[in-house]
């Protein structure tokens, strides 16, 4: 059954039980007969059943609502957190570029270095209003861990006072570490892209 049809049976269910009752009672009466009081009866219960599934609607309904509501506050705040990590890796690769580009420029290293100690000193991925799991409490701590290391680092390297015009791995332990550490974060931002979007894609159905 599909997830339309099986959705749909459930919110005519109340309209199913009603219509099958009624059909029963009239089929009841017409062959077999009944007294007045009997009858009488018979409207009496057929009322009480049309109440109680009315309110069996509404309560669905609401619940229905409330979880609506609830799963789009969570998938908004997973889409939020995706931005968020995703800023953390532009600024990390745009370091991890200058080493590709060769002997990275001491000034420019510097100038990076500023906007990831500034970036990433503070990130915090909000988990407050979303159902976390293991998994996803451990993909958003590694990201949180590795930007504190990545901003902690570009700190000291920015406290050197002479540091090579020209920056290459092995001429500068800071320059190293800052590079072990950006490719550790961005490594830790694909993983949690993939622990977010599977977990939205939970959500929406």
Same mark, same amino acid.
């Given at each position: 059954?599909?997830?339309?049809?099986?959705?749909? =049976?459930?919110?005519?269910?109340?309209?199913?039980?009603?219509?099958?009752?009624?059909?029963?009672?009239?089929?009841?009466? *017409?062959?077999?007969?009944?007294?007045?009081?009997?009858?009488?009866?018979?409207?009496?219960?057929?009322? *009480?059943?049309?109440?109680?599934?009315?309110?069996?609607?509404?309560? =669905?309904?609401?619940?229905?609502?409330?979880?609506?509501?609830? =799963?789009?506050?969570?998938?908004?705040?997973?889409?939020?957190?995706?931005?968020?990590?995703?800023?953390?890796?532009?600024?990390?690769?745009?370091?991890?570029?200058?080493?590709?580009?060769?002997?990275?420029?001491?000034?420019?290293?510097?100038?990076?270095?500023?906007?990831?100690?500034?970036?990433?000193?503070?990130?915090?991925?909000?988990?407050?209003? !979303?159902?976390?799991?293991?998994?996803?409490?451990?993909?958003?701590?590694? !990201?949180?861990?590795?930007?504190?290391?990545?901003?902690?680092?570009?700190?000291?390297?920015?406290?050197?006072?002479?540091?090579?015009?020209?920056?290459?791995?092995?001429?500068?332990?800071? =320059?190293?570490?800052?590079?072990?550490?950006?490719?550790?974060?961005?490594?830790?931002?694909?993983?949690?892209?993939? !622990?977010?979007?599977?977990?939205?894609?939970?959500?929406?159905?």
């Amino acid at each position: 059954m599909s997830e339309v049809t099986s959705e749909g =049976y459930r919110r005519n269910l109340p309209a199913f039980i009603a219509v099958s009752f009624l059909a029963g009672s009239i089929v009841t009466w *017409t062959l077999l007969g009944a007294e007045a009081g009997s009858r009488a009866d018979w409207v009496a219960a057929f009322g *009480t059943w049309v109440i109680g599934i009315a309110a069996c609607t509404l309560t =669905y309904r609401e619940g229905k609502a409330q979880r609506d509501a609830k =799963y789009a506050a969570q998938t908004r705040q997973l889409r939020v957190m995706s931005l968020q990590a995703g800023s953390l890796k532009r600024f990390a690769g745009r370091f991890l570029e200058l080493d590709k580009e060769g002997n990275a420029g001491r000034n420019a290293a510097r100038i990076v270095a500023i906007a990831i100690e500034s970036r990433c000193g503070g990130i915090k991925l909000d988990l407050t209003n !979303v159902d976390a799991d293991s998994e996803l409490e451990a993909a958003a701590g590694k !990201v949180e861990f590795w930007a504190f290391a990545l901003s902690a680092v570009a700190t000291e390297f920015l406290a050197l006072e002479n540091p090579p015009k020209r920056l290459a791995r092995g001429n500068c332990i800071h =320059y190293d570490w800052m590079l072990d550490n950006a490719a550790r974060l961005c490594d830790g931002v694909d993983a949690l892209a993939g !622990v977010i979007a599977t977990r939205i894609e939970s959500v929406i159905k």
